[in-house]
């Protein structure tokens, strides 16, 4: 039997650019326990140059940790736009500490890049 490890059967983030910005999408829960994960995720992103889209249509599971990156991406000066965090736990955790409406939230990927430069 092969031994996996934990955070890679909790969290997938998959990450491809767009001409306008760098996409990702996260899938399962982000927290500590693979924090190492989504900062390489946050910093390859960064690396590009581009505005940054997280896709959270797919997260099942937002801790601080994740919270603390978004934020940090968000006061990057390329830019930050978030897809749909309105459902489950970590929209509640947007609302509960009062920085739901620092992040520009779209529905779709379009609606995401139409707000971006270029």
């Not at 031994?3 to 899938?27: F, M, Q, S, W, Y």
């Not at 509960?96 to 890049?113: D, I, S, W, Y």
Request: with cysteine.
């Amino acid at each position: 039997m092969q031994e996996r490890r934990l955070d890679d059967l909790l969290v997938r983030i998959t990450g491809h650019t767009r001409p306008n910005a760098c996409v990702l999408a996260l899938l399962g829960s982000a927290g500590a326990w693979n924090l190492a994960a989504q900062e390489q995720a946050f910093h390859d992103a960064g690396a590009t140059g581009r505005p940054l889209v997280v896709d959270l249509s797919g997260l099942d599971f937002g801790d601080e940790v994740f919270l603390g990156l978004l934020l940090h991406a968000h006061a990057s000066p390329h830019g930050l736009v978030l897809i749909s965090p309105a459902t489950g736990s970590f929209a509640r955790r947007l609302h509960r500490t009062g920085v739901e409406e620092l992040f520009n939230t779209q529905k779709t990927l379009p609606l995401a890049l139409a707000q971006l430069p270029g």
